[in-house]
């Protein structure tokens, strides 16, 4: 996503300065190697941007990452990884990058549809991180409206980037390692594979953005590939919400307890 939206906005004559732990040659943007969970490399990168640049017009977050595990059993280096990068790491590039705003900039934030949905197994990490990015996001709209700048959200659904083979490896990999949901795991990773053979190309998410950040009256969130069948299980009570995943994903004969309300 964050190559298709440089690509773009290059393209359309803007100057743009993309950070990346592994960034590609001969790009027609200015691509600066930068690690966003490491203050330091992040420090570099401003100082570099700083001298180019003068001054910056908006910033995109666009790096993330996607496990699909079980939250009692995937490592704590795992846990915080996620942390480190779909949260702390926006945090670090705004904190560090803002005194470089002009007048009237803007803030756009990839989330994820799943964030204001109630959350699936298995992928409950991931819906944690972005639950905790939109906040964060609204929080930092509220604080830097007041110095005239806007925050805008965007929330993608399946899109084909190097994510979704990387999150399938790691579902494999859980499902091949798991001990307390062998079975559960197997099932749920069909529903997965359902779920993103609606994915989109990256070019959609860029144009979404583009608009964000050329609309003189942007939305507050842009939706982009919005699931129907996420958006129908959302909309039942929650206790049928448990019912239908408990169905979907129990093999026969798998007993579960649960205690009184």
């Given at each position: 996503?964050?190559?298709?939206?440089?690509?773009?906005?290059?393209?359309?004559?803007?100057?743009?300065?993309?950070?990346?732990?592994?960034?590609?040659?001969?790009?027609?943007?200015?691509?600066?190697?930068?690690?966003?969970?490491?203050?330091a490399s992040l420090e570099a990168a401003l100082e570099l941007v700083r001298a180019e640049?003068?001054?910056l017009d908006g910033i995109v977050h666009t790096a993330g990452v996607y496990d699909l595990n079980s939250l009692v059993e995937m490592p704590e280096d795992d846990f915080i990884r996620d942390f480190n990068v779909n949260l702390f790491g926006m945090f670090r590039v705004n904190r560090l990058f803002f005194p470089l705003l002009g007048p009237n900039s803007r803030i756009v934030v990839i989330s994820s549809e799943l964030a204001p949905l109630d959350p699936l197994p298995f992928a409950g990490l991931y819906a944690v991180t972005k639950a905790a990015v939109e906040k964060y996001?609204?929080?930092?709209?509220?604080?830097?409206?007041?110095?005239?700048?806007?925050?805008?959200?965007?929330?993608?659904?399946?899109?084909?980037?190097?994510?979704?083979?990387?999150?399938?490896?790691?579902?494999?990999?859980?499902?091949?390692?798991?001990?307390?949901?062998?079975a559960n795991a197997a099932r749920f990773r069909r529903v997965v594979d359902r779920v993103e053979a609606r994915s989109v190309?990256?070019?959609?998410?860029?144009?979404?953005?583009?608009?964000?950040?050329?609309?003189?009256?942007?939305?507050?969130?842009?939706?982009?590939?919005?699931?129907?069948?996420?958006?129908?299980?959302?909309?039942?009570?929650?206790?049928?919400?448990?019912?239908?995943?408990?169905q979907l994903l129990r093999c026969n004969g798998q007993e579960v307890s649960h205690g009184r309300d």
């Open positions: 996503m964050g190559s298709a939206l440089c690509r773009l906005l290059a393209e359309s004559g803007h100057g743009v300065w993309g950070l990346d732990v592994k960034p590609g040659e001969n790009t027609a943007w200015r691509a600066i190697q930068a690690d966003i969970t490491s203050a640049a003068g001054r996001a609204a929080s930092l709209r509220m604080e830097v409206q007041l110095l005239g700048h806007q925050v805008i959200v965007v929330r993608p659904g399946a899109v084909k980037t190097p994510m979704l083979p990387a999150s399938t490896e790691r579902l494999a990999r859980f499902c091949a390692q798991t001990r307390l949901y062998p190309a990256p070019e959609r998410i860029a144009a979404a953005v583009a608009r964000a950040l050329s609309a003189k009256r942007p939305r507050l969130v842009y939706s982009v590939n919005r699931n129907p069948g996420l958006l129908l299980m959302n909309a039942l009570p929650d206790r049928l919400q448990g019912f239908i995943i408990r």
